[in-house]
């Protein structure tokens, strides 16, 4: 598959534990917030979202939270599993016209 | 079932050629877009289309090229002015610009 997770900053974890997965964003404007998760040559999925109003979002076993202080968005995976391997990305809307900014990501690997 | 498709999946270019990669959406979706993903790197956008017959420039565009003459349809051509061509292309659509993206499976391009 497409090598998209070399040279990125890499999360390992064991299979049960939580994870979490930071990101710094750029723009104290930006007022909407992405993580999406990508296999290994697939096309990027969407996980969770979050508004600048909010501090904390819950879906199923993920969590983001938002630090607008210090423009740090985080996403918690609870009871990691195998299956959660893959990049993740973090995305602002910031950009000229409401377009995403996409982070670099972060490789996360479960060890079983 | 609603959704984005990129194709082919892969794609060999020789040098000097134009070639151009495909991206249908059956979303109903007004906004599409062309990120670039190299191996270490964010997904960097190459053009997008907010409306049909209308398109911008991304950060990276020279030596690319779209249309938007449907709505379902945002093609890609990538020139014999791109010099380094070879990377992993993601096609993506959103309700609108203010809304997260739903991406295709993306394409290989690679160099022979």
């Known amino acids: 598959g497409e090598s998209v997770g070399l040279h990125l900053p890499t999360l390992s974890v064991q299979e049960g534990d939580n994870s979490i997965i930071n990101c710094a964003y750029s723009?104290?404007?930006?007022?909407?917030f992405i993580w999406y998760k990508q296999e290994s040559g697939k096309g990027p999925q969407f996980i969770i979202d979050?508004?600048?109003?909010?501090d904390k979002r819950q879906g199923q076993r993920v969590t983001v939270l938002l630090n607008k202080t210090v423009k740090h968005l985080s996403l918690q995976i609870a009871a990691t599993q195998p299956g959660d391997s893959a990049v993740y990305f973090c995305a602002e809307r910031g950009g000229s016209q409401g377009n995403l900014i996409f982070g670099k990501g972060t490789k996360l690997s479960v060890k079983p | 079932d609603g959704g984005i498709t990129q194709s082919p999946k892969y794609l060999f270019r020789k040098e000097g050629q134009n070639v151009t990669l495909s991206c249908e959406q059956n979303l109903n979706h007004d906004a599409m877009y062309w990120y670039r993903q190299d191996p270490g790197q964010g997904l960097r956008l190459i053009y997008y289309?907010?409306?049909?017959?209308?398109?911008q420039k991304g950060d990276i565009a020279e030596g690319y090229s779209v249309s938007r003459e449907k709505k379902e349809s945002f093609p890609l051509t990538v020139t014999s002015a791109q010099k380094n061509p070879t990377a992993f292309y993601l096609c993506?659509?959103?309700?609108?610009?203010?809304?997260?993206?739903?991406f295709g499976s993306g394409t290989r391009l690679t160099v022979v």
């Open positions: 993506a659509s959103s309700i609108t610009p203010f809304y997260g993206y739903t």
């Open positions: 979050i508004r600048s109003n909010m």
């Open positions: 723009n104290s404007a930006s007022d909407y």
């Open positions: 289309s907010q409306i049909v017959n209308d398109f």
